[in-house]
């Protein structure tokens, strides 16, 4: 992952790397005394100094900057910045407190860790007699405040920004441990709360000259492997670019925003936190789904120190001053809170969610292949293995000053993935980077500057002529004058005895002259130096403005570079889908057998047999897909119910639904369930569609062909309780589409949900719950985005009553599902009015004080709090619902 290059240029070594807009900053001592060599050709004895910045650690600082100054003449601290530093991943833990479920779960256990911060030593729990022991380079308690964590892991990385570096901070941990909070909490009502990111820009903000100086942002989010723009959602489809010389990453296709004041980034920080994509889980109501990542890009700009030029002459000595070339250092922070990982088995993650998960446990693992690799000096690192990895590559292993916070949970029933992540913050202290500064000179200022002095330079030498001229007219008028008089007033006594004092005064008159004569010569020799001067001054601008053009030839270069090999990737690219699309036809057509020989085998075997998914391989891979679709059209009642059965099995598996759906499975799916009267066929034909609603894509395909209309015939006509939970699973699945909303009400899916309450089984009831709740969060996040103005379509349809109703199941999923629900619906002001006549307000109440899950609790108390029509409610009922 590193970021820089050494190149090989007319036998002279040097090493150079390339910032964010294609400048090549060279640091080698020869290269950098030949391009000052013209400067200071006027004087050999001027001489620049430097010295450098030392890498810092999670030691808090008693004041945020350090003096320090880029290096620009070849000194040994040039190498030293040149070559690099190392410096190793910082890692620190901390430990979140235990929430209101856990103090009543695990009241008789003890916590799984036991921190010794003054030792920087963290212990975990075997069993009760026997534990291991770990150290970190910080250990953060319960207690510790968001103030402490900052100075402690992100301060010294934010300093190391400031004076050029890379710089990362970034956040792993189990979902629900806190990473969100440490990181992105924007403390609007309670600043002490403030997190990393806030606090990280109030500091650079304060060190930054709004003169000179410049801070820019990107907010984005990598949601199963899709880098998408949390300031600009509809910029859904950010490429990631490489540069094949550097190794640098980029994504020019990212919303940059310069930052002037707190506020601005402040809001902005809220309006990508409203775009983030989350789901409630079992673990955490509002689990984060993607790796959120802030990257801020800071330019400033380091004066050089003017040094004096003397030229003698004769006894007089002039000074002239050449100013240094101002140096630019950029430095970029990235802040990165990586989404939790889970287990799915405690989160209960299903549908789409659970298709979420994979991809963030996929992710997670690449990104702990890549460390591993770094920290066992690997020769091969798969950064490619997944976006994530790819987006880190300079934090690990690469130039960056690196900080990682991983969190934890106190609760026992959590040890395996407590210890995951403490093992994952090992490794990462393995890591070494080689921290380098990035700079360059700024030439288009230093020739701003040089035309200045120039054009003052020139403005002197001008009044200075004027000047000696005026003084040799004056001279020579006095002189004639003086001639005149003399001759005027001594005309007449030439022959007397003053003529010898007559004479005397001549010739002291005519020394004066030639004085006089003697100075203008001088002043001539002085002006004709001065005009030297100004040519040799032009001389080297016009060797910098060459120099320019040089630098701007050599970068239009690299970028054709960069455009041909991005074009070659294209064509690899297309080349390598042709050959996959041409293996898999092959595989497919061997794959084919003969399914009439099977058959018997298949009427011999019991239901059981289609369920068990070695069964279902063997007979996938023996007879073929298209055939065993042709089956759920075939006369005999027997092998279409075991054609269905295995069509569902193989739904299951998300791997099949693509081919399932080409080959034409979902059309035959819908048309059996039309035709067939079986109610065996109905069911096991409902749940294989459940199964493929799973996807987003099928989501739309099941409606745009009749299938939502379909579900609800079959939900209105149907008795069975597992029918109806298939068929209440199915829709519940398209609930959570945001694009079917208008499409789910129009044609009967509301409706069709609310219909099979009339079973009252506690499954089927459990589906309908969670269609409601994810109807209603879509709602939700169309008021948030501002598309849609009107009041709740499931009001509309009637479903409240119900909802008030089941707001205290007995049943955890069906109270759980509705609770949520309720909160969703009273967020927004158009529904209070219908919310407090069907008595919702009162569950809404009962909810802030009463829920178990302090997620749910807060969010009724938030939404009770922020509402105008429920605070006059409460205040004419003198109801306290602090």
């Not at 810092?56 to 030293?80: C, E, N, Q, V, Y």
């Not at 700024?442 to 054009?455: A, E, N």
């Not at 020394?511 to 001389?539: D, G, H």
């Not at 099928?698 to 015939?713: A, C, H, M, P, R």
Request: include cysteine; hydrophobic fraction near 35%; aromatic fraction near 4%.
């Amino acid at each position: 992952m590193a970021s820089s290059n050494s190149h090989r240029n007319g036998g002279v070594g040097y090493t150079s790397s390339i910032t964010s807009n294609g400048t090549k900053v060279i640091t080698d001592r020869q290269q950098q005394q030949q391009l000052f060599s013209s400067l200071n050709s006027i004087n050999p004895k001027s001489s620049t100094t430097s010295s450098s910045s030392s890498a810092s650690s999670f030691k808090p600082k008693s004041s945020l900057r350090r003096s320090s100054t880029g290096s620009i003449a070849g000194s040994a601290t040039a190498k030293d910045e040149s070559r690099g530093v190392r410096g190793r991943v910082r890692v620190a833990v901390r430990l979140r407190p235990r929430n209101v479920e856990e103090a009543v779960a695990d009241a008789d256990m003890p916590d799984c860790v036991e921190l010794q911060p003054e030792l920087k030593r963290l212990k975990l729990r075997r069993n009760n007699w026997d534990s291991d022991t770990f150290e970190f380079d910080e250990v953060l308690t319960e207690f510790a405040s968001q103030k402490r964590v900052y100075e402690v892991v992100a301060k010294p990385v934010v300093e190391g920004v400031l004076d050029g570096y890379n710089g990362t901070v970034m956040a792993y941990g189990q979902t629900g441990t806190g990473k969100t909070y440490t990181l992105a909490r924007l403390g609007e009502e309670d600043k002490s709360a403030r997190g990393i990111m806030v606090r990280a820009l109030e500091d650079i903000l304060a060190e930054i000259s709004p003169e000179t100086d410049s801070v820019s942002i990107s907010y984005l989010q990598l949601y199963m492997e899709t880098i998408q723009d949390l300031l600009q959602p509809t910029n859904d489809r950010i490429s990631i670019i490489d540069d094949p010389k550097t190794g640098d990453v980029s994504l020019p296709g990212a919303t940059l925003v310069e930052i002037k004041d707190q506020k601005t980034f402040v809001d902005l920080l809220s309006l990508g936190e409203a775009h983030r994509f989350a789901a409630n889980t079992k673990l955490n109501t509002e689990s984060s789904r993607s790796h959120a990542i802030l990257m801020v890009n800071v330019k400033r700009s380091i004066k050089g120190k003017d040094s004096a030029l003397s030229v003698e002459n004769g006894n007089a000595s002039h000074a002239a001053k050449i100013l240094k070339p101002p140096i630019v250092r950029r430095g970029k922070l990235v802040i990165v809170d990586l989404a939790g990982s889970e287990r799915i088995d405690k989160s209960g993650s299903e549908g789409h969610t659970l298709e979420e998960a994979k991809s963030i446990n996929l992710s997670l693992s690449a990104l702990g292949k890549c460390i591993n690799a770094l920290a066992e000096n690997s020769p091969h690192v798969p950064v490619r293995d997944s976006k994530l990895t790819r987006l880190l590559r300079d934090s690990f292993g690469g130039t960056a000053r690196t900080s990682l916070i991983v969190t934890i949970g106190p609760s026992p029933q959590h040890r395996g993935e407590t210890a995951s992540t403490i093992m994952f913050g090992q490794r990462a202290m393995k890591v070494e980077n080689m921290l380098k500064i990035k700079e360059e000179f700024d030439y288009k200022s230093l020739s701003r500057r040089l035309d200045i002095q120039l054009d003052k330079l020139i403005a002197e030498n001008e009044r200075q002529q004027k000047t000696f001229q005026d003084e040799i007219q004056r001279i020579a008028s006095e002189a004639q004058k003086r001639i005149a008089e003399v001759e005027s007033n001594y005309a007449g006594a030439l022959e007397s005895t003053e003529i010898n004092e007559f004479k005397k005064l001549l010739q002291n008159e005519t020394l004066l002259r030639r004085a006089a004569e003697e100075e203008i010569s001088s002043l001539r020799n002085e002006v004709a130096q001065w005009k030297r001067l100004e040519a040799a001054k032009s001389s080297e601008i016009l060797k910098l403005r060459k120099l320019l053009e040089d630098e701007s030839q050599e970068k239009a270069k690299l970028e054709e570079e960069i455009a041909a090999l991005q074009s070659q990737l294209l064509q690899l690219s297309f080349e390598a889908d042709e050959t996959r699309r041409n293996l898999d036809k092959g595989e497919m057509a061997k794959l084919s057998g003969d399914l009439d020989s099977l058959l018997p085998q298949s009427n011999h075997q019991s239901s059981r047999d289609f369920g068990d998914g070695a069964s279902m391989a063997k007979l996938f891979e023996q007879v073929g897909l298209q055939k065993i679709l042709s089956l759920l059209e075939a006369d005999d009642a027997d092998v279409r119910i075991h054609a269905v059965k295995v069509v569902a099995n193989l739904a299951a598996e998300e791997s099949n639904q693509e081919r399932i759906v080409e080959a034409g499975g979902l059309t035959s799916l819908l048309m059996l369930l039309r035709s067939s009267d079986d109610e065996t066929i109905q069911r096991v034909a409902a749940g294989a569609i459940a199964n493929l609603a799973m996807s987003e894509t099928n989501q739309e395909l099941i409606v745009s062909q009749g299938g939502l209309e379909l579900l609800s015939t079959t939900a209105a006509n149907a008795n069975d309780p597992q029918t109806l939970r298939m068929v209440a699973g199915a829709i519940a699945n398209l609930c959570g589409n945001d694009k079917l909303q208008m499409k789910l009400r129009g044609e009967g899916g509301i409706k069709a949900l609310l219909g099979m309450v009339r079973c009252r089984h506690p499954d089927v009831l459990a589906q309908v719950a969670r269609g409601i709740a994810n109807f209603a969060k879509c709602e939700s996040r169309a008021f948030t985005q501002g598309t849609k103005m009107g009041r709740s379509l499931l009001i509309e349809d009637g479903a409240l009553p119900w909802i008030v109703q089941n707001a205290n199941n007995e049943a955890s999923p069906i109270r759980r599902h509705i609770e949520l629900a309720l909160c969703h619906l009273a967020q927004h002001e158009v529904n209070a009015k219908d919310m407090i006549t069907a008595r919702a307000l009162w569950e809404l109440v009962r909810i802030s004080r009463d829920c178990s899950r302090d997620d749910i609790r807060n969010l009724a108390y938030k939404t009770l709090t922020h509402s105008p029509a429920f605070q006059a409610e409460l205040r004419r009922l003198r109801i306290d619902y602090g």
